[in-house]
């Protein structure tokens, strides 16, 4: 008899099975799982379990390695990181004195997640870059956040982060049903884009930023990854560019030929 898997609770994952989910995620995304995970990553997939209906994590990971939209799947899962508005102030100060002395500006958030940090930048460049010649790109490898952020719709609690004079220019309460929402205004939207990426990969095809916000992702990775990573960024950024990583991060700039360290955990491209 077929027992469903909706009337069973959570499958345990196995030290092998969660080792296998270590290397697979590296492998796809240079995401380094630490050891103490077993129990998120347990969680976490345990819905696609009960999707495919099945009882197995090994039977799973057959699944993930032959078919491309599960990878995605699994990939969007484990890949889900904290975001909100205006993160990190000292950096938004930076971008804003940057944004009053230039005549246009391309910025690249280069780990989007669900679009709070783009929609931030934005925010600044629209204020003080009068001529409207400014573009945001948002890349990130979740296609789940992404789908978020090109909606633009986020809890109303979310707007507590966003300073004053650019709450009441950009952010729309809900009403009725949306009552406990917020969107973000879409006349700044025609110039903010969303893309699928990986960073382990080099990405021509985005074209070269001023700016690159780098931030909130590195944390994930072991070092050589993340000079990997900085190096594919950094050949984006155009000469005198600007590289901003989290202030709680930190690689071995040393062993990067062409930036160097100004403050608050900003380099620039020389």
Known sequence: MNISRFNMGPIEISEIEFQIVQKLLFKETGISLGDTKMKMVQSRLDKRLRF??????????KIVQISNAEKTEFINELSTNETYF???TKHFEF?????KNSNSLKVWSA????????????????IFISN?????????????????????LYPLSWSEKIPSKYQKKYCLR???KHKDKMLIDMGIN????FFENNLLDENKELGMFDVIFL???LLYFKEETKLKVINNVVSNLEIGGYLIISLTEHFDDKKIKNIKYLHNAIYQKV
């Open 52 to 61: 495919h209906n099945i009882t197995s994590y090994s039977s799973y990971l």
């Open 86 to 88: 205006f993160r990190e």
């Open 95 to 99: 971008l804003e004195n940057i944004a």
């Open 111 to 126: 780990a989007a997640s669900m679009g709070a940090e783009a929609y931030s930048i934005a925010m600044v460049l629209d």
């Open 132 to 152: 409207g010649k400014w573009k945001v790109v948002g890349t990130d490898i979740n296609t789940s956040t992404l789908d978020i952020a090109r909606r633009g």
């Open 174 to 176: 809900g009403s009725n």
């Open 190 to 193: 025609k110039d903010i884009s």
């Open 215 to 217: 931030r909130n992702v």
